[in-house]
C-alpha cells in the first residue's frame, strides 16, 4: 500500500529552510540541538532527539537514506539501493552507498555530528534533561552513517579507466531509476523521490560481496519478484570470485520463502545436513487448514520460525492482542499434533547456535548433523 507524505505513522525529517520573515530556520534549529531536543542527520537535516532514539537501527538506516536524497541528488547502489526497492537484509548496513561520476569523491564520507558542537556526553545531559519521561539516550545511539561513494559499476570487458572514457564523453551513463517518496518503510522521503540503481543491478552487485547467507536473504526475495531480471546485468561480475559467489547463492535461492528468518533458516538447516524441506506446505487439521513454513512430509514434522513480530507487530497480528495469538498458536499446534504432525519452533537463538535446532529437530524425528561452520 502506497503511504503519502501526511501519512501520520512516518517520520517527518526537519529541513533548515528560509521563513516567512526573512529569518532562515537554521539558527533556531541549531539551538534546539544544543539543547537536546534534536539531533542533526546531515547537513541542514534534522530530526527529534526522542524519534532517533527510540527507532530500532533499520529505521534509523531510513532515515540516514532520506537525509542524504533530501540534500544531494546521488544514485544510490549495492544495499542502500537494496533496501529502496523493498529487499529484506539479513543485517543493517553500517554504511550508505551511492555512485559518484567523479574519481576524486569515491571514497567514505564522514556524515555530520549529530550532536552539533555540543559534546557528547554533555548532550546526553541536556536530552534527559529536555526528555524526564523518555528512557536513557545511550552515546553509542548517536553514531551516524558514513556515505561511501563508489565509481560506477564496470562490465568485466571494460577497463576503469575506458569506463572513466565513456562518462567524461557522455557515452556512458549511471544506470538509474526514479523510486517513489515512500520507498524507504516507516520514513517520508523528498518529494522527487530517490533516485537508485536497478534492482537486477544492485542485487548483482552487492550479493556477489556478501557471505552466503546475506546472499540467500537477498535473492530469495529477488527469485520472487518480476522486476529484478539480474541476467542482463550477469557481465558486471569482473572476477570468476564474484561469479561463483553469485551463482552459489543464485542457484540456492528460492522464492517461496517469505522472510529473512526463514531464508536464514534454509541456509542454517542445509550446514547441518538436515533433508531438504517443502516450503510453504498446506496441511489439512480438523479446524482448518494451515500453510507451514517448512515440512518434512515422510517425518510428518513441520517447522515455524518465529520472530518476536509475529506476536506483537500489528502488521502481523492484524490487531489481535499477544495472548490471543498465542492462544491461537497453542490451538492450531494441538490440530497439527492431533493429525500426526510433529511442530517444531525455532527463532534467532537456534539460528545462530545450531546445536539447539539439532536437538529440537532430533526429538521430533529428524537426525541432522552440523559437520560445516556457518556460512
Known amino acids: 500500500m502506497s503511504t503519502t507524505r501526511n501519512d501520520p505513522q512516518r517520520i517527518e525529517l526537519i529541513r533548515s529552510s528560509w521563513q516567512e520573515d526573512g529569518v532562515h530556520s537554521s539558527a533556531r534549529l541549531v539551538g534546539q540541538v ?86 557528547r556526553q554533555q548532550f546526553l545531559q541536556r536530552y534527559s534533561q529536555s526528555h524526564p519521561e523518555a528512557a536513557p539516550l545511550r552515546a553509542a545511539q548517536l553514531r551516524n552513517f558514513p556515505t561511501r561513494l563508489l565509481e ?64 540467500v536473504v537477498v535473492l530469495d526475495t529477488v527469485k520472487a519478484r518480476d522486476d529484478a531480471a539480474p541476467e542482463p546485468w550477469l557481465h558486471y561480475l ?15 535461492a528460492d522464492g517461496r520463502a517469505e522472510s529473512a ?14 533433508p531438504a524441506p517443502t516450503l510453504q506446505k498446506v ?15 515422510h517425518e510428518r514434522v513441520a517447522g515455524e520460525v518465529d520472530g518476536k513480530a509475529k506476536y506483537f507487530d500489528p502488521q502481523y497480528t492484524n490487531g489481535a492482542d499477544p495472548a490471543e495469538v498465542h492462544y491461537r498458536e497453542k490451538q492450531r499446534r494441538e490440530a497439527l499434533e492431533g493429525e500426526g504432525w510433529h511442530l517444531v519452533r525455532w527463532g534467532k537463538a537456534e539460528l545462530r547456535n545450531p546445536r539447539e535446532l539439532i536437538k529440537r529437530l532430533s526429538r521430533a524425528g529428524l537426525r541432522p548433523v552440523q559437520t560445516t561452520p556457518g556460512a
Open 34 to 119: 544544543d539543547r537536546g531536543e534534536l539531533v542533526r542527520i546531515r547537513r541542514g537535516i534534522y530530526l527529534p532527539a526522542h524519534m532517533w532514539a527510540a527507532a530500532p537501527p533499520w529505521t534509523r538506516y531510513g532515515i540516514a537514506i532520506s537525509a542524504v536524497a533530501m540534500t544531494r541528488e546521488l544514485i544510490f547502489c549495492r544495499e542502500t539501493a537494496l533496501v529502496l526497492h523493498g529487499i529484506p537484509l539479513l543485517n543493517t548496513p553500517s554504511v550508505l552507498f551511492a555512485r559518484t561520476a567523479n574519481p576524486g569523491e569515491a571514497k567514505t564520507h564522514a556524515p555530520s555530528h549529530m550532536t552539533g558542537k555540543v559534546p
Open 261 to 274: 528468518l526463514e531464508s536464514e533458516s534454509r541456509v542454517v538447516l542445509a550446514q547441518v545436513n538436515c
Open 238 to 252: 569482473r572476477t570468476h570470485r564474484q561469479q561463483a559467489r553469485w551463482e552459489r547463492a543464485w542457484n540456492f
Open 152 to 215: 560506477p559499476a564496470c562490465p568485466r570487458n571494460v577497463s576503469r579507466p575506458d569506463q572513466r572514457a565513456r562518462i567524461r564523453t557522455g557515452k556512458f551513463s549511471i544506470p538509474e531509476v526514479r523510486l517513489a517518496s515512500d520507498a524507504v518503510e516507516a520514513v517520508t522521503g523528498p518529494a522527487r523521490g530517490y533516485r537508485a540503481e536497478p534492482l537486477g543491478l544492485s542485487a548483482l552487485d552487492a550479493t556477489s560481496r556478501m557471505s552466503f547467507t546475506e546472499a
Open 283 to 297: 496441511v489439512r487439521t480438523s479446524i482448518g487448514n494451515f500453510r507451514m513454513d517448512f515440512c518434512w512430509e
